[in-house]
């Protein structure tokens, strides 16, 4: 089962029962509801339960978070209009969530095409998630005391990557590598765990841009990485192929020489 998308300061927040951040449920029945949300084992199970918490404590002090749970179960179903919709409602109830913020610049850039009649109405939509929640998690106090220091700063190492791997994903989709190469360079270098992802795009920016040498050396770090995603080590194998291909072209074939011309034909006999 895919891992719900559950990263730094939120899985120690509030995936924990014993971490819940403050404020409190107000009723041991509103604290079971929540309980049965972060317990859920399946994407449908926990969507039903975030429906429950939100429906029947209309007044939690928990929507926002009970919004982003529904937002990343649908984004784990690959529901991508029911991830958006619950993503941008879990940002009404909370302006500053930079973790919705996150998660639907990337998708968004992920489901934008450079033929896309709307492209630059997404990707604008790209750049106002990703650099505010790059200036929310700059100064955004930790959600919960027990998460340490070094945890804390780990996390929003890994939030601020996310925000600059959107916006590599955006520049890709204009075909502005360079751009894409700084914003993906930022997003692996920055970043406490790189995401092996990131490092393919990144390849894959450096081949598009010509850059065939830099490509090949991400795909082989990426092939090379443990305990990374079958998928993703696919993908960097296929396009470490295409780049070595571009680097390589083959040689056109020798022309085949002239054919000989033919015989002219007898004439016939006259009569």
Known sequence: MKRIVLRGALALAVAVPGLLAQPKPKSKAEFDALQAMYNAQTADARIAACETVLTKFADT????VA?????????QKRDYEHTVVFGERTIEADPKHYQAMLMLAALIAQHTKEFDLDREEKLAQVEKYAKTALQLVKDAPKPNEAITDDQWT???KDFTAEAHAALGMGAMVRKK???????????TDGADKPDPATLVRLGKAYSEDGKYDEAIAQFD???AMQDVNVTVKQIAQAERVRAFQKKNPPKPADAPPPASPAPPKPEAPKP
């Not at 002090?61 to 926002?64: G, L, R």
């Not at 360079?178 to 930022?186: I, W």
């Open 67 to 75: 919004l982003y749970f529904e937002a990343a179960s649908y984004d």
């Open 61 to 64: 002090e928990f929507k926002a």
């Open 154 to 156: 780990a996390a929003k």
């Open 177 to 187: 590598y360079d751009v894409a190469e700084s914003e993906f360079k930022l997003a």
């Open 221 to 223: 770090k990426v092939m």
